[in-house]
């Protein structure tokens, strides 16, 4: 078998891999004898240098492929040289995936001449959905002839075993199975996970985990053994490459370096267990090889002597370079957006009044018409019955089932795709069925999405929308009536919008449709179709196509007297959703002493509104629908008090519903628990007694 692969893999490529395997156990080596300098948490490929540098070697510049954080042998092989690896090692302002923000080996590029990467988090499993992502939006480009390629792209997610018993794994497995992706799973399997052993952790590994999904192909190899591991790569390549379909390839590695720095292999590994793993050694194994095929010994010798000049070389070098600096830690938070002005038409002449739910069917619609980049997915969104509020109906008869498609319940899936589809180019409308069902989806947009742009160093923000219901009213009950926008907007890196009325709904969509970033778009479900009593203001007449309302612009849509304002008998109350409808029923008790704002987005927020409204009042309410304690209402209130206190008489109130774990299905205690025009008329003439 050896002289068969030997014959099949040219001595340049088995040379340039030993090199390559000499490098990185240079690079290894000099980390551990320098850990006073190499401070940061680090792993390496030590024992994984066969199976990355043959993975490497397949691909070419249209691929993308998913490093984890113990490929940096990956890295080696697709191009990078040891100093721009070893930038990032300590942090330097010149790493080239991250600028100094993120760990070794955890890279981003769109080097035009190499393999694409996202970025990815600490890749325990969770980067499968990215990386899948973007195998589905390249099978989106190919299936509407959106961009030319050289040749068929060709994505790899690499993981470890240990971490496929993740549930979000199987998520990326069986979309990637059901809609036949161009993508390769490479599991390595190192029968570790820090000190969990593959007993403690699985009941099998990933090749006979992964049988149960059909249409998913599955390959083993050794990947200790660089012939090995090129042939069965190039054969898994080649495959994808042609045949458009998903393999999953399963290499049996060791562990020959510790978990990570941090982590040290003594820690948990007896003697015997590393003599085990440092017998498949793949840098022996291909030097044992090449000398039974013939190679002169002296030129391994060469070569590895080379390699550790290199990599030392490349050391000091990357030592003495450049830190961050300081001021440039708030940078890429969010990439620039074209959108900063309103513009167009909001009430064309003549126009009809519509309701909400119409406002983003018809903003998603023009837009679609307009962009075959976009495109619409998730849970029954489809032609069948256009969502379960019939907020995408229509669309799907209108644009087809490749454009506008359902998923299975698959919250990970739906909103951490976005991450991939973005990065080729694609601009993903996906929608959660209801605001409880965002949790499974909260990894996704914490970990990935929201600091893709930020630890990327401003090469890849997600840009993408994410529709979510949200909201109680008529007894939904617990599980499809709650609010969640004090989690989310504790998410550093996105966007989010909360629109009350139709004008605003299309406005603020097609805003974020323009935006670059990720979009979270809160639809209160209470006034989709303005069937709840005193909502009749949330239909509008519709604007015109070219209307775009920026994010950050709040609106005061009842306006105090100014004579009352001077006499200091006035209070103003923020809110947003369906807290401007309760406020506007509110108001009505008071002739011309209550203005009120809506905010109309709570990420970014309209600060300089509200604070100018509350230093001229003095007094204050912010008005919401979620449970108080704890929440973006108290928080914004807090920011109120320390900017306008020396004009304030009396407290910054906030209001809003009860602390119940979750809103009970009972009409009378829904009405108990949430806020109303009654209870809120009560809170302002309290204030105005001040």
Known sequence: MENTLHEKVSQDILLKAYNHMMLAKAMADIYEENRNVCKYVHSTSRGHEAIQLATAYQLKKEDWVSPYYRDESILLGIGFEPYQLMLQLLAKAEDPFSGGRSYYSHPSSRNENMP???????????????????????????????????????????????????????????????????????????????????????????????????????MRVDGTDFTQSFEVMKKAVDFVRTERKPLVVCAKTVLIGHHTSGVRREFYRDEEDLTKHRAKDPGEILRNQLLESGTDEELLKQITKKARLEAEEAFERAQKAEDPKPETVMQHIFAPTPITEEVGTREPAGGDKIVMVDAAIHAIQEIMWKHPEALLYGQDVGERIGGVFRETVTLGKKFGSKRVFNTAIQEAYIIGSTTGMSAVGLKPIVEVQFADYIYPGINQLITE???????????????????????????????????????????????????????????????????????VMLEHKGLYWSKVPGTEDAKTIEPAEDYILPFGKGKIVIEADENEIKKGNTVVVITYGMGVYWAKEAVKNFGGKVEVIDLRSIIPLDEELVFERVKAHGKCIVLTEEQLNNSFAEAFSHRISKNCFKYLDAPVETMGSLDTPAVPINLILEKEMLPNAEKLTKKIDEMLKY
């Open 116 to 218: 694409k990467m996202i970025h990815q988090s600490s890749a325990t499993g969770m980067q499968t959905i990215p990386t899948t992502g973007v195998a589905q939006g390249i099978k989106y480009i190919e299936d509407f002839k959106l961009e030319e390629f050289e040749n068929n792209p060709v994505v790899v997610c690499s993981l470890g075993d240990n971490s496929v018993t993740e549930g979000e794994v199987s998520e990326a497995l069986q979309f990637a199975a059901l809609h036949q992706l161009p993508i390769i799973f490479l599991v390595q399997d190192n029968e570790w996970g820090i000190s969990v052993t593959k007993e403690e952790a699985r009941t099998v590994d990933a090749y006979d985990f992964v049988a149960g999904f059909e249409g998913l192909g599955r």
């Open 449 to 519: 999405i929201s600091k893709s742009n930020y630890l990327s160093n401003g090469k890849f923000p997600v840009s993408n929308i994410i529709r979510v219901p949200i909201g109680a009213y008529g007894g939904g009950g617990p599980y499809h009536s709650g609010s969640v926008e004090s989690i989310l907007a504790n998410i550093k890196g996105i966007k989010i919008a909360y629109p009350s009325n139709a004008a605003d709904f299309k406005g603020l969509l097609k805003a974020a449709y323009y935006d670059p970033n990720p979009v």
